[in-house]
């Protein structure tokens, strides 16, 4: 399984972003999904999850701003991210795992990762 994130970059604070995550995966539909971020001198975090019925998670931080969403046909996990701040400035990686019917929360269930994105908010 392969995940191949795209779409990050730089962007002044208040503005939008969409980063995006294909996964080579026939099954893809049966595979909880989640956003991690990791800043420099951070632990990587859960931004957002997503469950086979598309059932979402948030960290607080991101809650109202940023939307997880999937799409079945195309294999992709989608993260909109509005009202950036210089403080979601990280390497976004996506992750999945085989796990239908719940959100994951915790990074040491999900056993494939992309390789990252950089996501840079200027103020």
């Known amino acids: 399984v392969q995940l191949v994130e795209s779409g990050g970059g730089l962007v002044q604070a208040g503005g939008s972003l969409r980063v995006s995550c294909t996964v080579s995966?026939?099954?893809?539909?049966?595979?909880?999904l989640g956003w991690f971020r990791q800043a420099p001198g951070k632990e990587r975090e859960l931004v957002a999850g997503?469950?086979?019925?598309?059932?979402?998670y948030y960290t607080d931080s991101v809650l109202g701003r940023f939307t997880i969403s999937r799409d079945n046909a195309k294999n992709t996990v989608y993260l909109r991210m509005n009202s950036l701040k210089p403080e979601d400035t990280a390497v976004y990686y996506c992750?999945?795992?085989?796990?239908?019917?719940?959100?994951?929360?915790?990074?040491?269930?999900?056993?494939?990762w992309g390789q990252g994105t950089q996501v840079t908010v200027s103020s």
């Open positions: 995966e026939d099954t893809f539909s049966r595979y909880a």
């Open positions: 997503i469950s086979t019925g598309s059932t979402t």
């Open positions: 992750a999945a795992v085989f796990r239908i019917g719940r959100v994951v929360l915790r990074e040491s269930e999900y056993d494939y």
